[in-house]
């Protein structure tokens, strides 16, 4: 059973920085690939950044790209997301997602299998 676990949202002001984790456990995550998805209120969820666990390249948002770097622990089973810049237009609740599988539409929804339960981002204008 795959389980993701989020932290490190919170409240930061415009212009700050905030590092999300993304702990994952229960398979080898060699061949996956790992995706940082966010959802504001009232909006469709949309994606952020997308990283290939075992080549580690990546995948950005037009919106984040040059502010947030998507990265992964091997050692640690965790994928981060550091957010600098930050925007209040990056409020939203943040899921980190996984597919068992390398896939080139790494910004659909419904390609991914697991969810983890999501950490909220305030930024404060």
């Known amino acids: 059973q795959v389980q993701l676990v989020e932290s490190g949202g919170g409240l930061v002001q415009t212009g700050g920085s905030l590092r999300l984790s993304c702990a994952a456990s229960?398979?080898?995550?060699?061949?996956?690939?790992m995706g940082w998805f966010r959802q504001a209120p009232g909006k469709e969820r949309e994606f952020v950044a997308a990283?290939?666990?075992?080549?580690?390249?990546?995948v950005y948002a037009d919106s984040v790209k040059g502010r947030f770097t998507i990265s992964r622990d091997n050692a640690k089973n965790t994928v981060y997301l550091q957010m600098n810049s930050l925007k209040p237009e990056d409020t939203a609740v943040y899921y980190c997602?996984?597919?068992?599988?390398?896939?080139?539409?790494?910004?659909?929804?419904?390609?991914?299998?697991?969810w983890g339960q999501g950490t909220q981002v305030t930024v404060s204008s």
């Open positions: 990283i290939y666990w075992s080549a580690g390249s990546t």
């Open positions: 997602a996984a597919r068992p599988a390398v896939t080139a539409r790494t910004a659909v929804v419904g390609v991914y299998d697991y």
């Open positions: 229960g398979r080898t995550f060699s061949s996956y690939t």
